[in-house]
């Protein structure tokens, strides 16, 4: 069964797709919610509480072709929410002002890298290592990715190859071992 | 190291990384919840849309029927010397146009454009006309009569005629005969001006008068006085 359909059981109230919905997406929303927290604390609450709210708000879902992009969205908000319950204190004007204050999840600051993803946190930027993890993580086309992040199809297409290829002069440069 | 080993180490990586959710929590969980009704979607623009369109509507409407209400003819000025015209006057006072009721007005007609004139203009260009033509001299009998649907205004169109009338002969110095017709009379279809119809009705009333209806109203108007003044000097002599 398919996603598009997945999400129509779930909606006529069989709560079993739920189960189905969460392994066909959870990559994608794991990709979300870590490219946004920089960390994996939490992670999982997240992960709960966006699958909650898929089932909460089922009946607002409009098929359109991206049920994967609607629950993403719904994951990365709930992670932007959670970044600012844990930084009242620093104006939010966006998640990347966020990210980037002291008391943030960061820990871009690491010399050595326990995986590639510890090095891509050192060497993207927020948007960037979104893009790189919803599309190698996350399985999420770029046409998806577009629509989460609410960018043109093919400014992520350039971030993304962009992004690889920042990677890859980083660990050449540095003659990186992982 | 290649682009692609790059994207696979991340995605072994994101795979090692990511924590299993326990299913049954999770749909236990789901499962206190109860999904949030949909709510009916009012589609915003869609509405501002209808009532621009709407308010559009109105304002297009009442400026049409506005307009076509001060342009609507009201008032029906007549001057009959032979020739004979109908100046038809807009609820506005402007004249909207000029009938000609016989061949001789047609050819005074056709030079001019009366529409949006003033009555005073309208009847100035008409004497003026009739003078340069020869229609009006000191022996000339000028009819004036009036229609229309209502006495105020048709009064103050009829009352600018006479006055225009009035104002030319003295002008140019001439002592022609203006008769006016009193009152305000009902428009009739037949292009005859109440004054005419009232001398054809005369006439049909006399005893004995010889003539139809028809005939009459093919008379020019010195043509009818002329068959009620025999008529008078008939009675005179019986």
């Known amino acids: 069964m398919d996603l598009e359909s997945l999400m129509k059981t779930l909606k006529d109230g069989d709560i079993q797709a739920l189960a189905e919905i969460y392994k066909l997406t959870k990559n994608s929303v794991y990709a979300s919610v870590f490219s946004i927290l920089r960390s994996d604390n939490m992670v999982e609450d997240i992960m709960q509480e966006t699958y909650i709210k898929v089932y909460k708000n089922i009946n607002s879902y409009t098929p359109q072709g991206h049920p994967k992009a609607w629950i993403c969205r719904i994951a990365k908000n709930i992670a932007l929410d959670n970044c600012r319950k844990f930084n009242r204190t620093v104006p939010i004007e966006n998640y990347e002002n966020i990210l980037k204050s002291p008391d943030s999840f960061r820990n871009d600051d690491k010399d050595t890298y326990n995986d590639i993803i510890d090095l891509a946190q050192k060497v993207l930027n927020d948007t960037e290592l979104q893009i790189v993890l919803m599309f190698t993580v996350g399985d999420l086309s770029h046409s998806e990715i577009a629509k989460v992040l609410d960018k043109p199809h093919a400014t992520v297409r350039w971030i993304y190859h962009s992004s690889i290829k920042k990677i890859r002069k980083y660990i050449i440069d540095n003659k990186v071992e992982l | 190291m290649k682009q692609t080993d790059i994207e696979k180490k991340l995605k072994t990586a994101g795979q090692a990384r990511m924590p299993e959710l326990v299913i049954d929590d999770l749909l236990t969980k789901a499962e206190m919840e109860t999904p949030i009704k949909k709510r009916p979607e009012h589609n915003v623009k869609r509405l501002i849309f209808a009532i621009s369109m ?185």
């Not at chain 2, 003539?211 to 068959?227: C, G, N, P, R």
Request: net charge positive; glycine share 4%; with cysteine.
């Open chain 2, 54 to 238: 709407c308010l559009i509507f109105i304002v297009a409407i009442s400026a049409v029927t506005s307009q076509t209400y001060y342009v609507e003819a009201e008032t029906y000025l007549y001057i009959d010397v032979n020739p004979s015209f109908e100046i038809v006057v807009q609820r506005n006072g402007k004249v909207k146009e000029v009938v000609a009721l016989n061949d001789d007005a047609a050819k005074a007609v056709s030079d001019y454009k009366f529409k949006n004139t003033t009555v005073e203009e309208t009847c100035d260009i008409i004497f003026k006309y009739l003078y340069d033509n020869g229609y009006i001299d000191d022996n000339a009998e000028i009819y004036l009569s009036c229609a229309g649907k209502n006495n105020n205004r048709a009064n103050n169109a009829f009352n600018k005629s006479k006055n225009t009338a009035a104002a030319f002969l003295n002008g140019k110095n001439l002592k022609a005969n203006v008769n006016v017709c009193n009152g305000i009379s009902k428009k009739n279809n037949n292009h005859i001006s109440p004054a005419k119809q009232r001398l054809i009705d005369e006439i049909i009333a006399m005893d004995n008068n010889g003539y139809s209806e028809k005939e009459l109203k093919q008379m020019s108007m010195k043509e009818l006085k002329d068959i009620l003044e025999k008529d008078c000097q008939k009675r005179k002599r019986q």
